[in-house]
């Protein structure tokens, strides 16, 4: 590529620049703005540089910025594609397919590279979680995830063979498409199908749980998805679900604005809203006489589990966030937990991989609610399928 060495000076200086205060996208897209030299395909190749450099995290510690970011194109990509030119013959003649064949040679070529600290954080995971598969996702982009809802099956199939997007069937009603496509006249979103990655439509089974409290075939649940954020959580509780009252909230305004209009194109119109900081005792006045069946809690977290995504986190994220998570999950749970039937389900939600904001919330929730008993939890491992990592957990309230 002619311009490959000046992209590779761009994308250091950029990434030189950029101290984290911001998500990386954002900056990108500031920087691009008040640089009009970059045209298009400039903007995509020096984004391709950066983002492939922050998905080796802190394993080019030592190492010379221009090697730095080549080798992390060489790990990143199966072949070289339009960077062959940055490269001599010897990494030409060893650019395998197998990512672990490429990381083997950065290491064989490059003292100072350590893919260990590739994610930084290992000492915090989550137990079950394989501490050298999940630290080398973060080298593949991930895939971009749509669920089908229920009887738009054909409408999406046949839109996507009409656009002609490559895609791979995961499930019945979930696709993967590339990272990156344009959703346009792909059915009608949120109508036909959601943009939800596939870890959080595993969700869905331990959902089901809370049908058996229904009083009779026709009754509805009553449910309360706490931290609603552009909910997500909330229509497919309605999918899997069906006949439910529904009451979302969110500490910001603009979130269920926006929220609003999701559940409109979404045909979800019997709902109530409302503002709610639960990180603070509920006030009678918010939810004054409402207890729920089943409460969703998709808490606030890290999102160390969606870090593949925002691989500049790898960087920029301080461990002794972890604890200031945690402490906001705990005060969340004890608030929220005050609004729950007996007989009721909490289901406790992160798109974290810290034991801290995961596993640790179980024994916390069953010591300070003696009533409440684990049904089951797991972490939903989706680094082996170019998808988040995610910890449900479903708790009951006993008579």
């Known amino acids: ?55 080796t995290g802190n394993s080019m510690v030592g190492i010379d910025m221009e ?43 490059i003292a100072y590279f350590n893919p260990t600290q590739i994610f930084p954080f290992v000492s915090y995971l989550s137990k079950t979680i394989d501490i050298i598969q999940f630290s080398e996702s973060h080298l593949i982009q991930p895939d971009l995830f749509i669920r089908v809802r229920p009887g738009r099956l054909p409408n999406v199939i046949k839109a996507l063979a009409n656009t002609e997007i490559e895609y791979k069937t995961v499930t019945d009603s979930c696709f993967a498409l590339p990272n990156g496509t344009k959703l ?13 990655d596939y870890s959080s439509q595993q969700t869905a089974t331990i959902m089901e749980a809370a049908k058996q409290l229904r009083k009779g075939k026709d009754a509805s649940v009553d449910v309360w998805d706490c931290c609603a954020a552009s909910g997500g959580k909330s229509i497919l509780a309605r999918d899997v679900l069906g006949n439910m009252e529904l009451t979302v909230s969110d500490i910001r305004k603009s979130i269920i604005q926006n929220l609003a209009q999701r559940f409109e194109r979404a045909g979800i119109r019997k709902y109530q809203s409302l503002i709610a900081d639960l990180s603070k005792p509920i006030n009678a006045s918010e939810l004054a006489g409402m207890q729920f069946d089943l ?19 790898l960087t920029q994220f301080s461990e002794q966030q972890i604890l200031v998570f945690q402490q906001l999950q705990q005060q969340i749970v004890q608030n929220a937990l005050t609004k729950l039937r007996n007989n009721g389900y909490f289901l406790y939600i992160t798109c974290s991989v810290f034991e801290a904001e995961n596993e640790s919330m179980i024994p916390f929730i069953e010591s300070r609610f003696p009533y409440m008993k684990a049904v089951e939890h797991r972490v939903i491992k989706g680094y082996d399928v170019k998808a988040d990592t995610m910890f449900v957990a479903l708790l009951k309230k006993m008579d």
Request: proline share 3%; with cysteine.
């Open 1 to 55: 590529m002619k311009y490959a060495e000046n992209y590779l000076r761009s994308a250091a200086a950029i990434i030189t620049a950029y101290n984290g205060d911001t998500p990386f996208a954002g900056y990108l897209k500031t920087h691009f703005a008040a640089n009009k030299k970059f045209g298009s395909k400039d903007r995509r190749y020096i984004s391709q540089i950066c983002y492939c450099y922050f998905r």
């Open 67 to 109: 090697l730095a970011l080549k080798s992390a194109l060489y790990l990143c990509n199966n072949e070289p594609g339009v960077w062959a030119d940055l490269f001599d013959q010897n990494w030409l003649r060893d650019w395998h397919q197998s990512l672990t064949q490429r990381i083997e040679f950065v290491k064989n070529h």
């Open 184 to 196: 346009e006249g792909i059915a009608e979103l949120e109508k036909d199908y959601v943009v939800q």
């Open 295 to 313: 409460i969703i809690c998709d808490a606030p977290c890290s999102g160390s589990g969606t870090w593949g995504r925002t691989p500049e986190q």
